[in-house]
């Protein structure tokens, strides 16, 4: 046994640890074979040629969180000189989406009498189409030549006018008639309203252009109604797309109700005012102030009043003042029957919020937008009291 030990050798190159008993050096060894292994040559090559990358960034760092802030805020505020450069385009979309909205009821109409969608969307389109080019062949012209005839005879009025004493006391106080008579009997009003003829020009082929791409867009998101809805419902996940679907079909619907509503009673209001006008013997100007009481009274709350008052006050001024009365005490009448009968009727089905939150609305709107902002306040705010008691409220009622 001991010699057999002996004669074993201790070291040797075909040594192994169960042969020499010692394990430190093959670990070693070992270790050595890993490192190798985890380090590949290409990396060992790039840390040598550019550096070994150090720790990251600590993401408390005051200069961190200073850099990240004022990018943030550089953002922001290009993205607010973007909005603002981009306003009147944004406001183009969002009216054809709106007007396109008030166009689908009648799209839904005619699918219900059996039309495939694409058949009842090129009806309306031709429909629409063929309203505004019997609008531009056979009443611009009529309306024109109206309001052409009201400009001449406005002095002629403002004559009769300063026969009342009441109005001779006045003008005599603060001239108001002598310097209206002034200014329109110079025909320059027009011009200087909107800066010379240049900027009349201008002023016209401005709201051409809008009309036409309005007109345009109207027809796109009318062809592509569906689609536009899908599309933005994608946005929502997928847990709660049904849920935004649904939400989202009854703004829309709601839109869609308040808009061509608020077209029906604007067509009533007009169709009324061309038959008082008529029976009244004032028929040299009906087609032109029916016009423009379908057109003021599309504006909420105060857009009736404003065509009844300009109605009436030409119809002093042609006419006799019982004819004059006639007409105020028709339209004390037909204000409301339009508040209580018409508009309750048209409106039910399309918005449901309270009075007050209408003029806030409309107040709002009118503010940041003009008339166009008081025409869109009341559907959105209607969208949005919806959309506030259903996910806002129900979420409150369910804790």
Partial sequence: MNAAAADRPTDGPDSTPAETGSHEDP????????????????????????????????RNSPYLFGLLLGLGLLTAYAAGNLLTTMGSVILQVVVSLFIAAGINPMVVFLQ?????????????????????????????????D????????????????QRNQRIQQLNEDYQILDKVQEYVASGDFVSSAFGGALGVGLAVINVLVTAFIVIVL????????????????RLAPASRRDRVS????????????????????????????????FVIG???????????????????????????????????????LKTGLIAVVFYIAYQQFENYVVYPRVMSRSVDIPGVVTVIAALVGA?????????LAIPTAAAVLMLIREVYVRAQDER
């Fill in 146 to 161: 109206q309001v052409a005839k009201i400009s001449a005879n406005v002095p002629g009025w403002i004559e009769e006018l």
């Fill in 27 to 58: 670990a070693v060894d070992s270790d050595a074979a890993i490192d190798v292994e985890e380090v590949p040559e290409e990396e060992s090559e790039r840390d040598k040629r550019f550096g070994k990358p150090g720790p990251p960034f600590d």
């Fill in 112 to 144: 219900r009498r059996g039309f495939p969608r694409p058949w009842a969307v090129i009806s309306v389109i031709l429909g629409v189409l063929g309203a505004l080019a019997l609008f531009f062949v056979a009443l611009v012209p009529v309306i024109s």
């Fill in 246 to 277: 649904k939400l989202g079909d009854r703004v829309f619907d709601g839109i869609g109700g308040y808009v061509s509503g608020a077209f029906i009673v604007a067509l009533c209001a007009g169709l009324s005012t061309l038959v008082l006008l």
């Fill in 218 to 233: 109207t027809l796109y998101f009318i062809a592509a109604y569906d689609q536009t809805k899908h599309a933005i419902y």
């Fill in 282 to 320: 004032m028929g040299e100007y009906a087609v032109a102030l029916a016009f423009v009481v379908m057109i003021t009274d599309v504006i909420p709350m105060i857009g009736a009043t404003i065509g009844a008052v300009i109605v009436c006050a030409i119809t002093f001024a042609t006419t006799d």
């Fill in 367 to 375: 503010s940041l937008l003009g008339v166009v902002g008081a025409l």
